[in-house]
C-alpha cells in the first residue's frame, strides 16, 4: 500500500479495483492511496521477549508532552485503554547482534479489536505493525537522524501468518534497515511469548515539515 495524500476522516470515500487487481483509494478525482498484492521474505526477525518489550516501553521516546500527535489511535499516549492500541515503542536494552537499533513494545490487544470470527481483524494487526517502525526509524542514530524529525508513513507491506485473539500477549519489535535521503526504511513484526514470528512488515516513511504531517500542506 502506497499513501499518495493524507485520507480525509468523515467523508466518503471511494475504493475502485483495477482489472490487474491494484486497488485505488480516491476521494472524487483526487487519488489517496493505491495497494497491491506483494511478497514478503523476512528471514531474519529478531527475537524478543516480552519480558524485554514490557521493559522497553518504559524507555520509550515520547509522551503526552513531547508526541507528534498524541491521540494517534495506535500510539497516541493521549488514548484511553479500548480507544486505541497504546503501543509505546521504546529501545531495547540489550542490543541485538547485527542491529544497530531494535525498539520493542508489548501489546495485549483489546477485546473491542476482535473481527466477527473472534480474532483480531486484520486492520489492526497491521496498524500495530505501523507505528513502531517509526519510532525506531527516527531513533536510528546510525543513520543520522537525532529523534526530533517529523516523519509521515509513506508505504507499508505486511504479512499475517498467525491470527491472534484479544487478550493474547505479543510483542511487536521493530528495526530500520536503511535510508535514501528523505526516505527512511524500516522493518517490523509481530511475535508470541514464544518469540514465533506471527506477522511481519516492511515500511518506508518520508522526512516531512510538520505542517504537512498535520495536513496542512501537502
Known amino acids: 500500500m502506497t499513501l499518495h495524500a493524507p485520507p480525509p476522516l468523515e467523508r466518503s470515500l471511494d475504493v475502485l479495483m483495477g482489472t490487474d487487481g491494484d486497488v485505488e483509494l480516491r476521494e472524487e478525482d483526487r487519488l489517496l492511496a493505491t495497494a497491491r498484492a506483494v511478497r514478503i521474505d523476512a528471514p531474519d526477525v529478531p527475537r524478543v521477549s516480552y519480558e524485554a518489550a514490557e521493559e ?6 515520547y509522551d503526552e508532552r513531547t508526541h507528534n500527535l498524541p491521540t494517534c489511535f495506535v500510539c497516541g499516549p493521549a488514548r484511553a485503554h479500548g480507544d486505541g492500541l497504546r503501543i ?3 529501545p531495547l536494552q540489550t542490543p541485538i547482534s547485527g542491529r544497530p537499533a531494535v525498539f520493542a513494545a508489548s501489546w495485549v490487544p483489546h477485546g473491542s479489536l476482535a473481527d466477527a470470527d473472534g ?6 494487526v497491521w496498524a500495530a505493525l ?10 536510528a542514530g546510525h543513520l543520522g537522524l537525532n529523534g526530533n524529525e517529523t516523519v509521515l508513513l509513506g508505504r507499508m507491506a505486511a504479512r499475517i501468518d498467525h491470527r491472534l485473539s484479544p487478550g493474547d500477549r505479543c510483542v511487536v519489535a521493530a528495526w530500520p534497515t536503511g535510508r535514501e535521503g528523505r526516505k527512511l526504511f524500516a ?3 509481530l511475535l508470541s511469548p514464544e518469540q514465533d514470528v506471527l506477522a511481519v512488515a516492511r515500511t518506508t516513511w518520508l522526512l516531512v515539515d510538520r505542517q504537512v504531517q498535520l495536513g496542512a500542506r501537502t
Do not use: H, I, Q
Open 88 to 90: 509505546f515503542a521504546g
Open 56 to 61: 522497553a516501553v518504559g524507555r520509550t521516546p
Open 187 to 189: 522493518e517490523s513484526a
Open 130 to 139: 505501523d507505528c513502531p517502525t517509526g519510532y525506531c526509524s527516527v531513533g
Open 119 to 124: 480474532y483480531v481483524a486484520s486492520e489492526f
